[in-house]
Antibody
Framework: EVQLLQSGGGLVQPGGSLRLSCAASGFTFSTYAMNWVRRAPGKGLEWVSSITGSGDSTYYADSVKGRFIISRDNSKNTLYLQMNSLRAEDTAVYYC???????????????WGQGTLVTVSS | EIVLTQSPATLSLSPGERATLSCRASQSVSTFLVWYLQKPGQAPRLLIYDASNRATGIPARFSGSGSGTDFTLTISSLEPDDFAVYHCQQRSSWPLTFGQGTRLEIK
């Protein structure tokens, strides 16, 4: 059974940093691209970042480029999102999500983590 | 960036009725259009991929259609569990984008 278990998140001041983790099980983690998607209060979903299975390629939304870093440790089956220079507008529930097919970047998500709330406020 | 516009923002219907949700893209995405549903407090769930393909375990009352810039999600006969927020997403090009969502509520 595919499981994505998220940790991290919480309250942070503007300008602060936070790291989210997503521990994967039930599939061959290293062969799947992984993604982060967020949903701010009262808003729709927003794609944040993606990383290929090997970790060789990463992609970012303009809204987080230069501030967030996506990474993965395939030996630990874990995906990360390092969030720096946080702003109030980064307040959202963050989800990790698995790409639907292996060995590529198909950009559609068939399994999601439970979500973790990040609140940026003084 | 491809902008997706969903309509209506809110749809009020009764169980047993037919629901038609729209997603329009600012430029062609071919058939690389995905639908998710999200219930309060839950993660999104994949419904339809590549415009018309039901994901694993999705009932046949859900169907998707369209290509290019205009897409439709149809729920043939609403069940109580279907009332949720529906999101469309394009996977045609980076950056990936979502629509703002359609809230399907019980009338």
């Amino acid at each position: 059974e595919v499981q994505l278990l998220q940790s991290g998140g919480g309250l942070v001041q503007p300008g602060g940093s936070l790291r989210l983790s997503c521990a994967a099980s039930g599939f061959t983690f290293s062969t799947y691209a992984m993604n982060w998607v967020r949903r701010a209060p009262g808003k729709g979903l927003e794609w944040v970042s993606s990383i290929t299975g090997s970790g060789d390629s990463t992609y970012y939304a303009d809204s987080v480029k230069g501030r967030f870093i996506i990474s993965r440790d395939n030996s630990k089956n874990t995906l990360y999102l390092q969030m720096n220079s946080l702003r109030a507008e980064d307040t959202a529930v963050y989800y990790c999500a698995k790409d639907m097919y292996a060995l590529g970047s198909y950009k559609m998500f068939d399994y999601w983590g439970q979500g973790t709330l990040v609140t940026v406020s003084s | 960036e491809i902008v997706l516009t969903q309509s209506p923002a809110t749809l009020s219907l009764s169980p047993g009725e037919r629901a038609t949700l729209s997603c329009r893209a600012s430029q062609s995405v071919s058939t690389f259009l995905v639908w998710y549903l999200q219930k309060p407090g839950q993660a999104p769930r994949l419904l339809i991929y590549d415009a018309s393909n039901r994901a694993t375990g999705i009932p046949a009352r859900f169907s998707g259609s369209g290509s290019g810039t205009d897409f439709t999600l149809t729920i043939s006969s609403l069940e109580p569990d279907d009332f949720a927020v529906y999101h469309c997403q394009q996977r045609s090009s980076w950056p990936l984008t979502f629509g703002q969502g359609t809230r399907l509520e019980i009338k």
